[in-house]
């Protein structure tokens, strides 16, 4: 029993073709092959879409560290050693414990080789509330700011420092520090 499919007129407005395929299904009715070749001809001819590559991932080498970055600062500084010199490291850990800091507490970042990129993913990568960079032109980008002077951006706090050996030697740094350190951390 064939279907009456009259009513699908009301529906459509535009020409229907049929491909010989479907056409079994729908009726009985044979196709002419000159009605397939008008569908050939009327259909638009396209151009394979270009075949698009995935991105390699990127990736930058770590920089050397030292912490465990558990109070949200991260610490700055340039090194021919991938550590901080003991006896730098023993003068920053009096410094840091002075405002109640621990090494546990921040995380030192060598940055003596570093490139733009290893130092944003390094900013990017650990949270981080305070910023204290010793000696290193390589961050002038992210702050601005005369040394000892602390700066704020959406609630991150910034200060350059002079490097720790002059400032364990010299009593005017020591104190610029320690008012920096006030303002950033009391």
């Not at 270009?50 to 500084?77: D, M, R, S, W």
């Not at 030192?108 to 390094?122: F, G, H, Y």
């Not at 961050?139 to 000892?148: K, Q, W």
Request: glycine share 2%; aromatic share 8%.
């Amino acid at each position: 029993m064939a279907e009456d499919i009259s009513f699908l007129s009301h529906f459509l407005t535009e020409e229907i073709y049929l491909i010989q395929d479907d056409v079994a299904a729908v009726s009985a009715q044979p196709v002419k092959t000159e009605e397939v070749d008008t569908l050939e001809e009327k259909r638009p001819q396209t151009e394979p879409a270009p075949i698009v590559q995935e991105a390699e991932p990127i990736y930058i080498k770590p920089l050397p560290t030292e912490g465990n970055n558990l109070k949200h600062c991260l610490i700055f500084f340039e090194d021919v050693q991938p550590q901080l010199k003991a006896e730098k490291k023993a003068f920053l850990l009096k410094i840091l414990s002075s405002v109640k800091r621990g090494l546990d507490d921040v995380l030192l970042v060598n940055v003596k080789e570093a490139s733009p990129e290893q130092i944003e993913a390094v900013l990017n990568e650990f949270n981080h509330r305070h910023v204290l960079i010793f000696n290193s032109k390589k961050l002038d980008g992210y702050t601005e700011s005369p040394v000892y002077e602390v700066k704020e951006d959406r609630k991150k706090f910034f200060m350059k420092a002079d490097d720790l050996g002059e400032i364990e030697s010299t009593v005017a740094l020591k104190k610029a520090l320690w008012a920096g350190l006030q303002k950033m951390f009391l």
